[in-house]
């Protein structure tokens, strides 16, 4: 039963720990489902890979972006597929609270879970995962003081937003943060803005914290996809097809690559660039500012795909031959949209100078860097790409490697565990994984 509703909870024992194997407690502020299973993923290779039991502490609500998608307010678990046997699922009673009002992809809400540490308790686990927002929220605290009176492991996966200047609520709260932060075993971030954040913001040690990029499905996304049904149905044969992946919001910056087409074809030195938008929002009015730009400029080389299913994506990065981001520094950073584009070996112009450390390209080796929401440069990126396969071709290799090399579910996750096996004790297990019960299962020696 990897799914519990709460109904379920009190007739459910959990099973017998087993001292070879890792149980790991999880906390998102939502499971989110509408992008796919990255959510669910890291636990989904723990499980299958090396075994753990992993305890995902998961809501019977669904998150404000699962909830347009799906059209329901209930978790969308027909949405989960076939979880593994020792992943626990437990969708607890769960409260919305809203404290801000707008682009929910900026936040503003948060969960009311009172029952996070009674689940702890029950489930006893060596270590708790936890996925921490820029302001910690009821759950990260829930999470601490179980951590604490259990005397276990508290390990934070940050996803390394880019911090935004502090207001005086989060000046209240910062002390009570710190000493929240102050008591995880370790940190885990996407990138070094994360490492700096925590360092700074919190006074946390540097020699504590893990950077270690975004994990993607590079099996999934990848330039091998066939992409012709894609390029037939939005007419991009012959065309040279500039990509944008991701929300048509104010923050993401999508207004200044419609400045990007109308510069492009003022300059009159081209007229089979197409520039294509591979996405939507979930908020009508979000995207009122960019469709009012695009209806001003009256341009004939943009097309918009309006939201796609999660499983036609990769087909659409396979599409486009570059991928445009004009302005990642208002959120996230290191967006899942920027790990997938690199998965597919995309050559991608990246609006994020001075910010750097939120992406793992470098400027002219994975992709080039640009200042953020300058139609300008990024017009002349353009071109440059357009003109220079040689550099075109660099650019998608390097980037393509390190994905591969760097950012693969497996190989991310198999450090991850290295991590969880060093703080909680535990020996590795043997990457072929056998049968932890039986008497032949092979124990490694721990190392990171």
């Known amino acids: ?142 999470t601490f003081f179980a951590s604490k009176l259990m005397k276990i492991p508290l390990v934070y996966l940050d996803c390394g937003d880019i911090m935004p200047q502090l207001t005086l609520k989060h000046k209240i ?67 040279f097809v500039v990509g944008y992946f991701g929300r048509l919001c104010t923050n993401k910056g999508a207004r200044y690559l419609l400045d990007v087409a109308d510069i492009m074809r003022s300059r009159q030195t081209d007229d089979n660039t197409t520039f294509l ?36 994506i990769p087909e659409a990065y396979a599409a486009v031959d570059i991928a445009v981001y ?10 899942t949209v920027l790990a997938e584009s690199m998965a597919s070996g995309k050559p991608i112009i990246i609006g994020i100078k001075g910010w750097e450390d939120a992406i793992p390209i470098i400027d002219g080796e994975t992709g080039l860097i640009i200042e953020a929401r300058n139609p300008k440069q990024i017009a002349d990126r353009i071109e440059l790409l357009k003109a220079d396969h040689n550099l075109r071709k660099k650019l998608s290799g390097n980037v393509l490697k390190f994905a591969k ?6 190989k991310v996750v198999a450090k991850y565990y290295n991590i969880f096996c060093k703080l909680t004790g535990k020996k590795l297990m043997d990457f072929e994984n056998k049968n932890v019960d039986s008497p032949k299962y092979k124990l490694e020696k721990t190392a990171v």
């Not at 929002?281 to 796609?308: I, P, W, Y």
């Not at 090399?405 to 497996?410: A, G, I, L």
């Open 1 to 142: 039963m990897p799914v519990l509703f709460p109904d379920d909870f009190k007739r459910f024992i959990p099973p017998i720990k087993n001292p070879y194997r890792l149980r790991i407690a999880d906390s998102h502020e939502f499971v989110e489902l509408y992008r796919g299973d990255k959510d669910l993923r890291v636990g989904k290779v723990l499980c299958q890979k090396y075994n753990c039991e992993f305890v995902q502490l998961g809501t019977d609500i669904a998150s404000p972006a699962d909830s347009r998608v799906f059209k329901t307010k209930s978790f969308p678990f027909d949405q989960i597929g076939q979880l593994p046997e020792n992943y626990y699922l437990l969708l607890m009673k769960t409260r919305l609270i809203v404290h801000r009002k707008g682009n929910i992809s900026l936040g503003g809400f948060f969960r009311w879970t009172p029952g996070i540490a009674r689940q702890l308790f029950r489930w006893k686990p060596d270590l708790i995962l936890e996925n921490p927002y820029l302001t910690l929220t009821p759950r990260s605290y829930m």
């Open 173 to 239: 709260v910062l002390p009570f943060e710190k000493r929240v932060i102050g008591n995880a075993a370790a940190v885990i971030t996407y990138n070094i803005e994360g490492k700096k954040r925590f360092t700074n913001k919190y006074g946390y040690p540097s020699n504590k914290i893990y950077v270690i990029p975004k994990p993607i499905d590079t099996l999934r996304f990848n330039p091998d996809v066939d992409c012709q049904d894609f390029k037939k149905k939005y007419s991009l044969g012959g065309k």
């Open 277 to 312: 938008f591979v996405g939507g929002n979930l908020e009508a009015d979000q995207s009122a500012e960019f469709r009012n730009h695009l209806h001003k400029l009256k341009l004939d080389n943009v097309k918009l795909t309006g939201m796609v299913p999660n499983k036609d």
């Open 326 to 335: 004009p302005d990642v520094t208002n959120l996230p950073g290191f967006s």
């Open 405 to 410: 090399q760097e950012m693969d579910y497996d």
